[in-house]
């Protein structure tokens, strides 16, 4: 509550205690209490109108208070949905931002694992190719050790045979003592059959030697065949090991193409995706940017109509101003010179009354029959009616003849010249074709159809006197000129048509 609100409640509270008391006082004394009823009336009612103003004064302020309220709630609304706006623009952002990230960790990943998978792909080739060369020496040195045991085994027979041999020696040396100490002939018997023994021995020997090398030959071949398998078992095994290693190297670059092609068609995917996220962003940015260059052209183009309008108000305004002034300019022209020309023609027309009024009894008497044309007049002697629905020619022609001192009297039109003709016949006429209720040709043939007037000379002015000449000529007309004419030939033809006298 303001100030001057609480000052009104307490000035009102001081004239209702001020009335109560006052009241009171009356009704103690008994006496005026209509005026203590009137003074109470008065008090409530000033008392009211000020509570009345305090509530339209807080309505106002309440009022104002909504609207106020209205405005705030629309900008915070309005701030809100711009809010909304760029947070749903910021949440897009960074949802492309982590489906980036996502996307770059994903192929991260997938390329640690390619990379890990050619790691063991290669410790799997070194660890095949470990154990590979790991069994050729394996190979190697078992094929020495039985080298080495076939040749153990061909020295220790070697060496049994030798033993063998030496044994036989002695003990052939024990029996040639023991026969040397026989009988002779016995040792001779003995010595032989000692020495066909010996022959046979030695037969059996280099037959057993024979067989020995024919079986260490056989033992050689077999030893060689068996090598010879071996090798070609090792050479097998090799092959299939090669075959084998060779199938795992192109399973290895099948898959390494496969998961290179998948990485690239990965890699592609997501060059894709980040070409056509960056062409939406592109086209988004586009279309921002055409909505604000759309928007800056419309003010642009609303600016430059508002300034074409008020230019063409300005310049409406202007050429109104200038039309208005003109046709100002124009009617006092017009007014001046209507005047100037009112005025010329009262100053002719008051110069002729004196004359008209002293022939207008006259006239009237001989009506019937015109009175014969003197030979000869002067101008001023000469009356000229002048018919003619524009007011520029009546006052350019009544001019022209009023110059050469002629009497001039002026029509509107062709009904208004049949009048006054009618009430007084002038000396010649000089009337337009084209008017508005009776034309110029029908005004003479009206004036050839009244004896009174027929003798009336009528000049007839027209833009087509070469198509008007028969018809004028059949209605009477004495001369028809053409527009423009010259001024000097209009004043022949009256001088002529009214017998008037040249000046000398």
């Known amino acids: 509550m303001s100030m001057n609100e609480v000052w009104l409640l307490i000035l009102g509270g001081v004239v209702v205690a001020f009335v109560a008391w006052r009241m009171l006082v009356a009704g103690r004394a008994g006496r005026r209490p209509s005026a203590a009823g009137k003074a109470a009336e008065d008090a409530a009612g000033l008392v009211a109108r000020h509570e009345a103003e305090r509530a339209a004064v807080e309505d106002a ?15 915070r609304e309005a701030e809100r949905l711009v809010a909304e706006e760029a947070a749903r623009r910021e949440a897009e952002r960074l949802a492309t931002e982590e489906a980036a990230r996502r996307e770059a960790e994903r192929l991260a990943v997938e390329e640690a694992a390619r990379r890990e998978a050619e790691r063991l792909a290669v410790e799997e080739a070194a660890r095949r190719e470990a154990e590979r060369l790991a069994a050729e020496e394996a190979a190697r040195r078992e094929a020495e050790r039985l080298a080495a045991e076939e040749a153990a085994r061909r020295e220790a027979e070697r060496l049994a045979v030798e033993e063998a041999a030496r ?22 018997e003995a010595a032989r059959r000692e020495a066909e023994r010996l022959a046979a021995e030695e037969a059996a020997r280099r037959e057993a030697e ?81 909505a604000e260059e759309a928007a800056r052209r419309e003010a642009e183009r609303l600016a430059a109509e508002e300034a074409a309008r008020r230019e063409e108000a300005q310049r409406l305004a202007a050429e109104e101003a200038a039309r208005l002034e003109a046709d100002r300019l124009a009617v006092e022209e017009a007014l001046r010179q209507e005047e100037e020309e ?12 004196a004359r008209q009024a002293a022939e207008e009894a006259r006239r009237r008497e ?21 018919a003619d629905d524009s007011k520029v020619v009546r006052i350019k022609t009544g001019r022209l003849l009023a110059a050469h001192r002629f009497q001039v009297v002026m029509a509107e039109d062709g009904a208004d010249a049949a009048r006054q003709i009618e009430a007084s016949l002038p000396d010649v006429l000089v009337t337009d074709v084209d008017m508005p209720g009776m034309t110029g040709l029908q005004l003479a043939r009206q004036v050839r159809g009244d004896p009174r007037t027929a003798s009336l000379p009528i000049i007839i002015v027209t833009s087509d006197s070469d198509q008007l000449q028969d018809e004028a000529a059949a209605a009477g007309v004495n001369v028809v000129l053409g527009k423009p004419y010259p001024e000097a030939l209009l004043i022949e033809h009256v001088q002529q048509l009214a017998r008037v006298r040249s000046a000398v």
Do not use: C, K, Y
């Open 366 to 386: 001989l009506a019937a029959v015109p009175p014969p044309a003197p030979a000869f007049r002067t101008a001023e002697q000469t009356v000229v009616m002048v």
């Open 210 to 290: 024979r067989l020995a090398a024919e079986e260490a030959a056989r033992r050689e071949a077999e030893r060689l065949a068996a090598e010879e398998a071996a090798r070609r078992e090792a050479e097998r095994l090799a092959a299939e090991e090669a075959a084998r290693r060779e199938a795992e190297r192109l399973a290895a670059e099948e898959a390494a193409r496969r998961e290179a092609e998948r990485l690239a068609a990965a890699e592609a995917a997501r060059r894709e995706a980040e070409r056509l996220a960056a062409e939406e962003a592109a086209r988004r940015e586009a279309e921002r940017l055409a």
């Open 61 to 75: 302020a309440h009022r104002e208070a909504e609207r106020l309220a209205a405005e705030e709630a629309a900008r």
């Open 167 to 188: 044994r036989e020696a002695e003990r052939l040396a024990v029996e040639e003592a023991a026969r040397r100490e026989a009988e002779p002939l016995a040792a001779e």
């Open 342 to 353: 009112r005025l010329a023609v009262e100053a002719a027309i008051e110069r002729e009354a």
